[in-house]
């Protein structure tokens, strides 16, 4: 096993030792590793995407993911959430709609959100869930709109609205690892290098 793949099969960004996840990005990582034709064990990582699908114990309705089996870390993010996608182990019904919140969403208000928003302001991106900015919930535990269509695309299916906004965010915005995951192109090299240590296989 290579010096950035843990236990679980998953890939990092970050030496691992002892074979115990070293990062809080391993679905993302994988998923490029895959893209990249490298080692891959589809079969232990789909048991470790089991062993990600947790009950919320307070909501038993409520079914959320998190970045590493049987460990307590960051809520898991928009780029673990895509990584799970691109890999085709994350289905819509692990999703509540186009959220991935872990926490229960509030019943919507205007004048708490605008506040919770006044606050965030300049503040680091984990602070709104480190500080239980709740209505921000809905927002920033969503998938963002121009990942939609590659998802779907994962999924079989098509919307014009999702289409449009993955057109114009591909040409507008600097290329980074996710363009390269979802749109291929001669992007990798560039990118891998700014994101990877020298000696990663991803390189």
């Known amino acids: 096993m290579s010096n950035y793949r843990d236990k679980f099969g998953m890939y990092h960004d970050k030496l691992v ?10 679905w993302i990582c994988t998923a490029y590793a895959q893209k990249a034709k490298l080692p891959y064990s589809k ?6 995407f089991r062993k990600c699908k947790v009950r919320n114990t307070k909501f038993p309705n409520n079914l959320y993911l998190i970045r590493t089996p049987h ?20 289905k819509p019904h692990h ?19 605008i506040k919770q928003l006044m606050k965030i302001k300049n503040k680091s991106k984990n602070y709104f869930w480190q500080n239980n900015m ?5 927002f920033l535990f969503s998938v963002p709109i121009q990942d939609r269509h590659f998802m779907l695309t994962k999924w079989g ?31 990798r090299k560039k990118v891998m290098q700014s994101q990877f240590p020298f000696d990663h296989p991803l390189r």
């Open 95 to 113: 999703l509540n709609g186009w959220s991935f919140s872990p926490y229960p969403i509030p019943k919507f208000s205007l004048i708490k959100t």
């Open 134 to 138: 709740d209505q921000l919930y809905r």
């Open 43 to 48: 079969v232990l990582v789909n048991h470790t």
């Open 157 to 187: 299916k098509f919307n014009i609205l999702y289409w449009v906004v993955d057109r114009l965010d591909r040409f507008i915005k600097p290329k980074n690892g996710i363009d390269w995951l979802k749109y291929g192109g001669e992007a």
């Open 71 to 90: 460990k307590a870390t960051l809520p898991i993010n928009r780029e673990e959430i895509l990584g799970m996608a691109s890999l085709g182990f994350l």
């Open 17 to 26: 030792i002892d074979e115990q996840p070293s990062s809080n990005n391993g």
